[in-house]
């Protein structure tokens, strides 16, 4: 029960690393919208593995088939489903994680909770592949969103100890959001960027991993949508991201760091500028009380080193019920939250298409 | 649609802050379970107001009246209803807010949201006080949770710059969270919370308010419980914090920290102690994939700064379309983080028992 | 997890028989929407018992309390909460279920799910009074609807072998329906009536109970709500009037009796009348593929005698596993169709505002 | 939001009649279930279109393809997606139905509820196509409800006015399920059989449709499952029933008989037969108050004549706003209710397999 999510607009995702194919269908999409179907592959290349250096060499084409919900390219008030097939699948690697778990993975508890039944392949359900299918929807969610000029934009905001410049929480340029997605590596200051694409080689080189945090920004999203407590915006929006594998940390607007502030130094003030209530600084992050304002929203996303590291690492030996050591095999990306940009993205668009339908 | 959460269990909330009650529905507890009423009220006591000089000066005895679900003092399948009612109230605090909206309050969202028909006396829905029938339902969901050797337990990790000690992520001993919830100021180190009260009286001397972190730990949850995806543990846990007012970022486990890290870091070797397999670090926090590892778990709760400060503040005139200054009257804690402490044990233990059932 | 239903409108019932109060939880109404107190109760007056001869003689004044959700009467976008305390209950009368199950009466199966721990006194959770506070509900949706021009009414169609006349299914006249439900007896036809209240008073005095069949009709509403498959209004009502006791089966429109037509006569050819499409026969009763058709809807529940009947029975003493006869006590209406008429007309009611809203 | 339903076994359709494809997601199988895909292919059969005179001359090989959700043949936790090409489509037949609504079809409440951007071609998401996945969904979840020794059958109780024998509520003898169901013709009494077919002809070559109903049984459904309310067996059931289209009625036990009845006729006693509690009667259907009594569930499903008939109609030009004549083309099943009978059973396997998952 776990791969839907949604209310108005409900999403399921379906697939494992290694099966025939994944997919997601999409429930409750407003009717008459264009689906531009090269739009929404540019958005699945910046996602998809092989592209350079510094991720998987797994190789995947990552090309939707649409099977239903479009007619004449029109959403039609059908679910759509869209299906992508697995092709360079490498199984064996993967045989001795069935009974040596890896660590910081899910092998063991999901070994306990399927009762040993659960594809170890790829990581089975688990793996970051399935956010393939989770970009499809969300990019037929923006697709909807732009036209209603909400811009929805995320960049590598650390990787390490590397940070790049935060986005201006008042006065987003939403082009801006444009461009950041634009490039190969989405970064705001280049600089910072080639110094963590250098952290990520160094980890790379060594056999082992990094960290990074994803920064989303929402421009055009208007006041007044969402609900007080268990349903506000908030809690969607971090029920959704937390849904990508790897997420470890959601914060919103000032974040942790309010915790630290005085009030006189968190409250955003009120006024008026060209007859919108707007506020002057913005550590609220565009919602309070789970109802957005009409600022931007401003949220955050920590992402763990990638799980999967060459260096050889302690676990257990499950079918003998004893201590011993392992060495993974496989290919994968050094810093899982690169190609999680996009991901970021989608999910959010997700959850704000579904929470103004 | 905003006041139901859970899927086994089923938690409803009503009231507002000055409403002629507050309450809770609490729909598929295990059968045959006794609720010790003593307990839910010493529980409901450590997040009640006017106890001391830290919180605000509003009485409220908030002793909850049970209209259905217990036979005999035993859960009998049949939804629980408490209520509270409200009875210190002094609502003319609020008329002005009407038109010129508190900063970082909801006042303005709420207005557009609701269309200027929301109950803005104490906040209405959104306010604190909705906390206590989920403090409700958290103890007795607790009770039911500590039969199985599942402990709860939270303090104040930081006030404004001051921190405490941190919970032991590997070995937190069980009795320790009963020893820490049980002091009138939930700290590990007395010292750091001795400097954390003297941030806060500081701050209510200076008419301010202070943001703080609550840390919880959850001991005896066993593996295999949560799904992948979108109802993972942290989706869950994260969706129910965040109902909580005042909250701008979860984390589990290392949390944004861990974006700092190396795989080699970060990772938890797994090793045999007793025939059970642990970990000898806990960076993943008790849960990764969204399933429990067995491990103790382990999150992280940002509360901002109370928005309600005595200091003047710039704010909009809603029925003149100008900007104007405010001054906000009213009882207000300086600090919410520390009544928040057992809201957030609450909102865990719902969550797990929901997990469980 | 069986208490609460509706999607944008949320309905939360709670209470047992004879606990200390019964009561329902609203979430989702529109704003600003008036709430006249006075006519919800005379609604419930509708539905109330010991008014006549011809239903129980427990006495409730069954006048709710309102805990939250109204401001100056008004809807604020809070839960809705509403109270009726249980008073006149004589607990005594049920002792003896606890170990010998009434025949047709949730007794047993509920004895086994909740393992002896439900509320067996005057039927726990099970019990018609449950109806109340589902009363309360629907007669604020019906408030609504009416102000949207949408017409709600139900009549006793049947009682025993006893036929009222059906609904014209093709122009109803609005105003019938109130006409109709404002009768302390709920009939289109007085002389059916007569001999509906001589076959339930009969009965009745022969120590037994007689079944039933309530009607009904809306008028006004609108063309193209709802939706296909499993989320269409058929579905949603039918699960909505499922959950009324005593109802063993739902139809629309012709009905069961469909399955004996020809499509030559069942198909309702389309028309335009004053600029709107329109059938000019009403088999399909006001709904086509889960949508609504602009056509009155026109819905049937049948309900069962009376499971609680004076005459020995055959039962089984379980805690002597042996068979035992049983004569049941307490005071039970002879025909709970009678005043299952408003309870119908709020399943409708709360389930058709859900669906615009 | 139409396509998703059932709580720990969620089921999600997609496909429309003439879209590259049609399908299902199951997602919260029990893991390390074999699905025996030879006899999933048989249960497809059953409903197969193209196989005899008496339904529609399309010819679809509906063998599905599995993507996701199986290891090695057995269930591995991940959501099972299956997908059924779209072959013999014929599409020009339907393009007239878009400016002019065939009677008692979803057309035109479709059309302004999609605004006209419904896919109109072969009935399009509205279409009894819809329903070959859900009897894969249902195949699956028979498999594993067999296992547990629950058996699942229906029958064509009557067609026009010609009825079949009904199946014995109280002693129903499970082989007598699996053998009705293999027939070709699913009949108790063949000689009924043969009247029932030569109605379906009568009405076939009178360009004319005929209605009928379908009854199920379930044997071996253990006593405890279910809940009061919103949530019972029988709200359930009907909730996914009405998902089929064309039904327009649901009934369980008595029925609607049941409003007819006295309660002394009506109530079922309890006895003590080899340890059980049991029924000596079976008027309630396997179901009281929502939960399962032991005994066999019986229910019934009554479905329209086909709403497509090759006789001459009145219907609407919704292009030029005026009343016209309309003559279907196209290949229809003359009875609906005939491949219906695997199609109700599906839908009562899906439904009772979430119920005690």
Chains 1, 2, 3, 4 share one sequence.
């Not at 790379?204 to 949508?225: L, N």
Request: proline share 6%.
């Amino acid at each position: 029960m776990s791969s839907t999510f949604g209310s108005n607009i409900k999403v399921t995702l379906f697939g494992q690393s290694h099966s025939e194919g994944i997919g997601v269908v999409i429930d409750g999409l407003p009717v008459g919208e264009t689906i531009d179907l090269d739009l929404v592959q540019l958005f699945l290349d910046r996602r998809a593995p092989g592209k350079s250096s510094l991720v998987t060499a797994r190789r995947e084409s990552d090309t939707p088939q649409i099977l239903s919900g479009l007619v004449d390219g029109k959403t039609c008030g059908a679910p759509l489903c869209a299906v992508i097939k697995n092709t360079d699948v490498r199984s064996r690697d993967y045989d001795q994680h069935l009974k040596i778990p890896r660590p910081s993975h899910a092998d063991y508890p999901a070994y306990v909770r399927y009762k040993g039944y659960n594809d170890i392949r790829g990581g089975g359900h688990f793996s970051g592949r399935l956010t393939a299918p989770l970009c499809f929807a969300g990019a037929c969610c923006m697709q909807i969103l732009n036209r209603k000029n909400i811009k929805i934009g995320a960049h590598l905001l650390s990787i390490g100890n590397v940070f790049d410049t935060k986005f201006d929480p008042v006065s987003t340029n939403p082009d801006l959001l444009d461009e950041v997605s634009a490039k190969p590596f989405p970064v705001i200051d280049d600089n910072a960027g080639k110094r963590m694409a250098s952290q990520i080689e160094q980890a790379m080189s060594a056999g082992d991993s990094v960290g990074g945090i994803v920064e989303c920004c929402v421009t055009g999203f208007p006041v007044g949508y969402g609900d007080p407590m268990f349903d506000g915006l908030e809690n969607r929006l971090a029920a959704a991201i937390f849904g990508i594998p790897g997420v470890r940390g959601v914060e919103f607007g000032a974040g942790f760091a309010a915790a630290g502030m005085l009030g006189s130094e968190h409250n955003d003030p009120w006024y008026i500028a060209s007859d919108q209530v707007v506020t002057s600084s913005n550590n609220h992050g565009g919602i309070i009380g789970g109802i957005s304002t009409g600022m931007p929203i401003i949220l955050r996303a920590a992402f763990k080193p990638t799980a999967s590291i060459a260096l050889e690492q302690q676990s257990v030996d499950l079918s003998q019920n004893k201590n011993c050591s392992l060495t993974i095999e496989g290919r994968h990306d050094p810093c899982i939250a690169v190609r999680a940009v996009p991901v970021v993205e989608a999910a959010v668009a997700i959850t704000l298409l579904d929470a103004i339908s």
